[in-house]
């Protein structure tokens, strides 16, 4: 599995800290780009660089709008906030997925144009001859070089 990268892994810290932090007044746990950064042991400039302070002002909107709202519900939006992101997400690689089908589509009808079997592109390439070992062959250059001395011709 790749690692993740540092906006990934960011952006996974931030809406952890966000959805924990909503559930509090904002005297208690004041939400602004500035304090989140110290929460996070990041620089402010690091969030505005990956353009998270869009998110953590909206999300300093909804504390103010719900300081009554139990934790629960703010819960369940951040859920609901995920499953759109991964309904997006699926959505994207869906249409990746068709261009792709699109392409093999296309280099199979050339193929065919140019009179190969498309099934053919389909085989799966066999693995080299490993019965012999080839250590200590020639390398890639195909020769070695004779040392010449001058008694030598």
Same mark, same amino acid.
């Given at each position: ?7 990934? *892994? ?5 809406? *952890? @800290?966000?959805?924990?932090?909503? $559930? @509090? ?9 500035? /304090? ?8 402010? $400039? $690091?969030? =505005?660089? =990956? ?18 709202? #139990? ?6 939006? =951040?859920? #609901? ?17 068709? +261009?792709?089908? !699109?392409?093999? /589509? ?10 190969? *079997?498309?099934?053919?592109? @389909? ?7 490993? $019965?012999? #070992?080839? /250590?200590?062959?020639? !390398?890639? !250059? +195909? ?7 001058? !008694?030598?011709?």
């Amino acid at each position: 599995m790749p690692r993740l990268s540092v906006r990934e *892994d960011l952006q996974r810290r931030l809406r *952890d @800290h966000i959805a924990i932090v909503e $559930t @509090h007044p904002a005297e208690e746990c004041p939400l602004d780009v500035r /304090a989140v950064a110290a929460a996070l042991g990041v620089s402010p $400039t $690091t969030l =505005y660089k =990956y353009g998270f302070n869009r998110e953590i002002n909206a999300a300093e909107q909804r504390q103010r709008e719900n300081g009554a709202v #139990s934790g629960a519900v703010i819960e369940q939006r =951040y859920f #609901s906030d995920q499953v759109r992101a991964l309904t997006e997400l699926l959505e994207k690689e869906r249409e990746r997925n068709k +261009g792709l089908v !699109g392409r093999i /589509a296309i280099m199979e009808a050339n193929a065919a144009r140019l009179g190969f *079997d498309p099934e053919e592109m @389909h085989i799966a390439i066999l693995k080299p001859e490993r $019965t012999v #070992s080839r /250590a200590g062959g020639r !390398g890639a !250059g +195909g020769f070695r070089k004779r040392s010449r001395t001058i !008694g030598q011709q």
